[in-house]
Nanobody, 119 residues
């Protein structure tokens, strides 16, 4: 029984910044990795950024140099700092976590937070 709750989305002008948060709660033994995905209207869901337990990170080429993923293990929370936002970044952003509960490892999804970037 795990809940992932995203927050921090909203409306911002091009060139602005937002910070997304995703907090995981429940009987979590460990978090192996966390990631942010996004899905724009009419598009498939895509991986934006990923962070694993050793704090290694990966970014989509489209956001590299503008977005930063980070993690607070004590709070079971992952963040996505988004700078220099573009209209093309408009999407619903989803948190994903790879968790161990009762010795079972699986992925969990949040329900998403809307990010809209105006021109």
């Amino acid at each position: 029984q795990v809940q992932l709750v995203e927050s921090g989305g909203g409306l911002v002008q091009a060139g602005g910044s937002l910070r997304l948060s995703c907090a995981a709660s429940g009987s979590i033994f460990s978090i192996k990795g966390m990631a942010w995905y996004r899905q724009a209207p009419g598009k498939q869901r895509e991986l934006v950024a990923h962070i694993i337990s050793g704090n290694s990170t990966n970014y989509a080429d489209s956001v590299k140099g503008r977005f930063t993923i980070s993690r607070d293990n004590g709070k079971n929370t992952v963040y996505l700092q988004m700078n220099s936002l573009k209209p093309e970044d408009t999407a619903v952003y989803y948190c994903n976590a790879l968790l161990t509960i009762q010795e079972v490892l699986r992925h969990y999804w949040g329900q998403g937070t809307q990010v809209t970037v105006s021109s």
